[in-house]
């Protein structure tokens, strides 16, 4: 156990008379709130908010057709595959200078982005982002669960930020298209600078910092095996998205990853000071809820996915009015988030995942209806709407889940844990779906089928999560 030196809960909630705890936020709480919502929607915004702008960053820059994707594929390696270390990291060193130092590089980052005058600038600032948003996520998210305690305060503010992160990645997308339209990609990334600095003006008058009082040594052995197997796993899956699922070096590098991982795991049994302490993956909470989150990530990122080769490719929408169709998915998210912490206060985080996740696969295999006439954008409309409410319970929930029984100097791994199942979630999406469309012959009908694979995904994973998980 590491003790730590946090400061007096001054202004934390007390009792109300009933002997129920009080569910009313402090006005400190709220500043802390305001800020890491902030700063987690800005990095929510920053995984979509570049692909509609890829052609023209392309003849902007001279990047090969080939190359393009390696501009998203760079932020993806480095978020997901250090996110667990940072998430460590952020225990050891404090919280709140981690989540400084990474709003710093994401800021200078994005400026640099913004000047680039080659593809080798753009793609050194598309990394630092990525190692950027590593650090910020897990360690702004267990700067939020140190900041409210378990219960109705804590689902409420996970719940709000579950729906800003959402609905960030719909904001990028329309986002991207608009600043591309009317001033130029560039935007894309300089957006970032302004936001960052006020983040960094005010976050250090608001968070208060929670370090080890004794220090301990970072598990490197374990830092190398899980830092190298996400990223060989990253890799390996973007290249199978690319290349199809039989190409030798996906298959190589995701060979590669699983025994990395596997060493992993035999490293952390014997280390003194395990990056991840095995005792935390033998809770039932951790493991299944972060498999639900997985499942929820996997199949509402894909889903996009899909629907976007639905309205451009079927319907033949514009860029623009396809990210414009995504708000009303954006919507649905954003409710879900907010009402994620009435009905787990309510039913529990469990049923929450349950319903949400059944709620999901209801308005996914409707979408099986699509037509190729734009009669049926109707359908998109609502299914997405729907779907959006019904995922977001369900991250919520997995949050939640994922988080509660830690104790506070395990809390920057458990939510790296977390942050990891939704990088690894939204990367690993996409290839599956795409190695499924291209199975049949016609577009629409290859939509179809992986509409109907996507729904049996999140159906297996609500079921699973009603069976193993106990009701608390």
Do not use: C, K
């Not at 705890?21 to 929607?41: I, K, N, Y």
């Amino acid at each position: 156990m590491v003790a730590l030196d946090l400061p007096a809960p001054t202004d934390a909630p007390a009792d109300t008379p009933t002997g129920r705890p009080d569910t009313r936020m402090t006005g400190r709480m709220r500043l802390v709130l305001v800020v890491l919502l902030v700063a987690q929607f800005m990095l929510a915004v920053d995984f979509s908010i570049l692909n509609v702008a890829l052609p023209v960053i392309g003849q902007g820059l001279g990047f090969s057709l080939g190359g393009l994707q390696w501009i998203a594929t760079a932020f993806a390696l480095a978020a997901a595959g250090f996110t667990l270390l940072f998430g460590r990291v952020a225990d050891l060193v404090g919280r709140r200078r981690l989540f400084l130092g990474g709003m710093a590089l994401l800021g200078v980052s994005s400026l640099v982005g913004g000047l680039a005058t080659g593809p080798e600038m753009l793609m050194a600032a598309r990394v630092a982002q990525g190692l950027a948003t590593a650090a910020v996520t897990p360690a702004g998210l267990s700067l939020l669960t140190a900041s409210f305690p378990e219960g109705p305060l804590r689902a409420r503010a996970l719940g709000l930020n579950g729906a800003l992160m959402s609905a960030g990645f719909t904001t990028g997308a329309i986002l991207g298209g608009v600043l591309t339209d009317l001033l130029s990609w560039r935007w894309a990334f300089l957006v970032n600078v302004p936001v960052a600095l006020a983040v960094l003006l005010v976050a250090p008058a608001v968070l208060t910092e929670s370090r080890p009082a004794v220090r301990p040594r970072l598990d490197v052995p374990g830092a190398i095996t899980v830092t190298g197997g996400l990223l060989a796993l990253v890799y390996g899956l973007t290249v199978s998205g690319e290349h199809g699922w039989t190409d030798p070096v996906a298959l190589v590098a995701l060979a590669a990853g699983a025994a990395l991982l596997a060493v992993f795991v035999l490293v952390e049994r014997r280390a003194a000071a395990p990056l991840v302490p095995l005792h935390i993956l033998r809770r039932r909470t951790v493991v299944w809820g972060n498999l639900a989150g997985l499942v929820a990530f996997v199949t509402e990122t894909s889903l996009v996915f899909l629907m976007t080769l639905y309205l451009q490719d079927v319907l033949d929408f514009s860029p623009l009015a396809a990210g414009l169709s995504f708000g009303v998915l954006g919507a649905g998210t954003v409710l879900g988030g907010v009402f994620a912490s009435r009905f787990i206060g309510r039913f529990g985080p469990r049923t929450a995942l349950v319903s949400g996740g059944l709620l999901q696969a209801l308005a996914t295999v409707s979408l099986y209806g699509l037509g190729e006439g734009p009669g049926s954008l109707w359908l998109l409309l609502t299914a997405t709407f729907a779907g959006g409410v019904g995922n977001m319970l369900a991250i919520v929930g997995f949050m939640v889940t994922a988080t509660s029984g830690i104790p506070d100097h395990e809390q920057g791994t458990a939510t790296g844990l977390a942050t990891m199942t939704q990088q690894i979630g939204i990367t690993m999406g996409t290839p599956i779906m795409s190695a499924v469309v291209v199975t049949a012959p016609v577009l629409l009908d290859g939509i179809g089928l992986a509409v109907l694979v996507n729904a049996s995904i999140v159906a297996a994973g609500a079921v699973l999560a009603g069976l193993f998980l106990r009701r608390t």
